[in-house]
């Protein structure tokens, strides 16, 4: 092994995170890079990298006449000693290890002075929640770092999301070796008690370790409510908030509130002194009591000090931040004004394309050592106390600078850069932006409707009136299930936008439609979408038209026709840049249109090519949907070992992720197979299952528990009709899922013995 090299790739923070995700399966490079929202072609280049090294392991695996990459970790640990005239590289299967995560940016604590007590109280608390507050600049976020630096590391901001700060913290449980919540996000799982309790879980098991900084600036009611749940319940891990003013989570023992203020004397001497300041005694004696040893005012007077100048008292942040301010060059006042014109901290990358200049970095690093500009992790920002003032002095346009940072972003290529950048299109109230990114979202980010809603809508909704806002709007209420709320907006906007806009609103109606049983209504878009797909060369329009279309045939009962459509998406879909996940869900409807031919051997097979891609591609969800798929067209085969094999991985998994609808489903086939192969056991124990789930969800398949245990009874010999009753009772309101429930059960055993009762 090249050992320079192997330091080289290790330390790289990224290269970590992907060590760390391979750590819990296989992945294709796209759903890697989804998972850690980074560019997928940085991915693939980092990917090779490390095989180059031979820390990760790639195979090609053919999937319908492509072939696609898989990764896997080679070697779970990497030890280096050193011997006398070299050094030995050692690696091992099976450790793991804990890395940090990009989203975790840990302040520096380079120069820390003083704070023996706070540390002492700080590092001895036996709480699991620890609040720390005080005023801004006190000083607050350096002590944390400094006590909990080995933590997750979360900076939350005023545009912050529920569902970014969700995934985030599932990212980082995955890490330590918890992965169920991040399975569940990607499953598209939104419940949000399940959310809370997965974390909460997670957290408990790893017994992880958790810093919200700035928890004051939160204005998402959910992520608070979160915060709240977690400090009532966390025990074995650990939760530190820091905030402004005193949060209020509710009475518990739990929780220790720290109230943090100014430093006290002779740190306060000491931190002047390394900044180079000798005060006598009455000089010391008055800043301190100017400041209150607070370290922030402290810093800028020791970067303003200039003999006998006296310092006004009646505002000393005004004062201390003009003078040194003064004393920056051109250079450094330019940047300063860039950097405190944005709300998030900035790359370094970012600001070198912002200023322009070639001096950057020798620029950045002399703002840096002054103490006026902070680092954290890789970005680079000015004091929220500071900002209000480096923006009055403001001599530069905003809008040059939004407009520049947009199209960073925008090449940066993931959803969460994407969303950014929408914001600042709205910013600058850019209409035409505002028009080109929701049609980069129909393109590129198709799945931030479904990954980030909270965090898309948040940013909607502040151009509510705007058609292209209203028609996204739409799209993500269609995603939750509003279905009138969605055709509403749908209707409203409809003929003020044009090009792909247009053909997006008609196939939503058509969509919506069908959803709501008017198809009447359905074809009557359907036609139009058809003529607007005829018409263009754009294959996504002409891909939503054949979706449509095949929707429509289907809930027409024209299965010929529908097949025929599907096909062509698939066509289709083929010529499209790689789309797994679409590909993946068009097999499996061509699998269901067999069914309704009663092909069954033709549903198995593209079933099996569903999965086939799902799994090269690690779409776990869609994996575990073709499972559950091929489980029920086996049932129609009489084929009840086999079945018995897929359902019970799907049911496994829905479990896992808490997805009670499709558990009920794998379950239920899973004791009809188990019945039919006469395991009375298993059949019983799948029977409670159901019911156990239909206790606590009420979802409606799940009663059917009753009427399979009922069966298992009667072919016990007992009599199984007390269970059976149960069963109808529970099901009687929801008649067409009864008939379909007696349907599949009088495939194995005999139904005139529960519907032949009094
Ligand atoms: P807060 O989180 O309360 O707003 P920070 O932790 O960001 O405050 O501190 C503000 C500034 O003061 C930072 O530049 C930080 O480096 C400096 N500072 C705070 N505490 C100390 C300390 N104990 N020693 C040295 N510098 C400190």
Redesign the pocket.
């Known amino acids: 092994m090249n050992t320079p090299q192997l330091m080289k790739v290790l330390s790289s923070e990224v290269n970590l995170q992907i060590l760390s995700i391979l750590k819990s399966g296989s992945f294709n490079p796209r759903e890697l890079a989804r998972i850690l929202q980074k560019d997928e072609t940085d991915i693939s280049r980092r990917l090779k990298m490390l095989e180059r090294v031979g820390l990760v392991e790639g195979k090609w695996t053919r999937v319908r006449g492509k072939n696609i990459r898989v990764y896997s970790l080679k070697v779970g640990e990497v030890k280096i000693s050193f011997g006398p005239g070299e050094v030995i590289i050692k690696t091992s299967e099976n450790k793991s290890y804990e890395v940090p995560l990009l989203e975790s940016k840990i302040?520096n604590v380079e120069?820390?002075?003083?704070?023996k007590t706070e540390v002492e109280t700080l590092l001895s608390s036996e709480k699991a929640v620890i609040v720390i507050y005080?005023?801004?600049?006190?000083?607050?976020?350096?002590?944390a770092a400094k006590v909990f630096g080995n933590a997750f590391w979360y900076q939350m901001s005023e545009v912050d999301s529920f569902d970014y700060f969700v995934w985030q913290v599932g990212l980082f449980l995955n890490t330590l070796d918890y992965s169920l919540l991040l399975e569940y996000l990607r499953s598209g799982g939104r419940e949000e008690r399940d959310i809370f309790e997965l974390m909460l879980e997670g957290v408990e098991n790893t017994k992880a370790k958790i810093v919200v900084?700035d928890v004051h600036k939160c204005s998402d009611e959910k992520i608070l409510k979160l915060l709240s749940f977690l400090a009532l319940r966390i025990r074995k891990g650990r939760l530190v908030l820091?905030s402004r003013e005193k949060l209020h989570l509710g009475a518990s023992e739990n929780i220790l509130y720290f109230h943090?203020k100014g430093?006290d004397l002779e740190?306060a001497y000491a931190?002047l002194k390394a900044k180079g300041l000798h005060l006598d005694v009455s000089d010391f004696a008055e800043i301190y009591n100017l400041t209150k040893g607070h370290?922030?005012a402290l810093?800028l007077f020791a970067g303003a000090y200039k003999d006998n100048r006296k310092i006004k008292a009646d505002n000393v942040f005004d004062f201390l931040f003009n003078e040194v301010y003064q004393q920056l060059n051109s250079d450094e006042k330019l940047m300063l004004q860039i950097i405190s014109l944005f709300d998030e901290p900035l790359e370094y990358e970012a600001i070198k394309v912002l200023y322009g200049k070639k001096n950057s970095f020798v620029v950045l690093y002399s703002l840096l050592n002054k103490?006026i500009i902070?680092r954290r992790g890789e970005v680079y920002f000015l004091?929220?106390?500071l900002k209000g003032f480096a923006r009055e002095l403001r001599e530069v346009d905003e809008r040059e600078y939004y407009s520049r940072y947009l199209d960073y972003l925008l090449k940066k290529n993931t959803a969460k850069n994407f969303l950014t950048a929408f914001r600042y299109a709205v910013k600058l109230g850019d209409e035409k932006r505002i028009k080109d990114l929701t049609e980069l979202r129909l393109r590129k980010f198709k799945r931030v409707v479904q990954d980030f809603p909270n965090a898309y809508m948040k940013i909607l909704f502040q151009i509510k009136n705007n058609p292209y806002a209203k028609k996204e709007l739409g799209s993500i209420y269609f995603q939750k299930g509003f279905f009138e709320k969605a055709l509403n907006l749908w209707l409203e906007i409809k003929d003020e936008v044009d090009g792909i806009h247009r053909a997006d609103v008609i196939s939503s109606l058509t969509d919506v439609y069908m959803e709501l049983n008017d198809f009447k209504e359905a074809e009557k878009y359907l036609k139009e979408l058809e003529s607007i797909a005829k018409s263009t060369d754009d294959v996504e329009i002409k891909f939503w038209y054949y979706v449509e279309l095949t929707k429509f045939y289907f809930y027409m009962e024209k299965p010929e026709d529908a097949l025929k459509s599907a096909f062509k998406e698939l066509e289709i879909i083929r010529e499209m840049e790689a789309y797994p996940e679409l590909e993946s869900a068009v097999l499996l409807h061509i699998g269901d249109i067999y069914v309704e031919m009663e092909k069954f051997e033709e549903s198995v097979r593209y079933y099996i090519q569903s999965l086939e891609i799902a799994k090269a591609y690690s779409l776990t969800f869609m994996e575990h949907v073709s499972y559950m798929e091929l489980a029920k067209v086996y049932y129609h085969l009489e084929n009840y070992k086999t079945m018995v094999d897929y359902a019970s991985k799907a049911a496994d998994y829905f479990l896992r992720i808490r997805n009670y609808r499709r558990a009920a489903d794998a379950l239920s086939y899973r004791c009809l197979a188990y019945i039919a192969l006469r395991k009375l056991d298993n059949a019983e124990k799948d029977a409670e299952g159901l019911i156990r789930i239909a206790q606590s969800t009420n979802y409606p398949l799940a009663w059917a528990g009753y009427i399979f245990l009922g069966i298992v009874k009667e072919l016990e010999g007992e009599d199984g009709g007390e269970y059976f009753e149960l069963g109808t009772e529970r099901l009687k309101d929801y008649s067409w899922l009864y008939s379909a429930v007696l349907e599949e059960v009088g495939k194995v055993f005999d139904v005139s013995k529960i519907t032949a009762r009094p």
């Open positions: 302040p120069k820390f002075f003083g704070r005080g005023i801004a600049g006190i000083g607050k976020t350096t002590l900084d820091i943090l430093l740190d931190l370290p922030l810093t103490g902070e004091h929220d106390l």
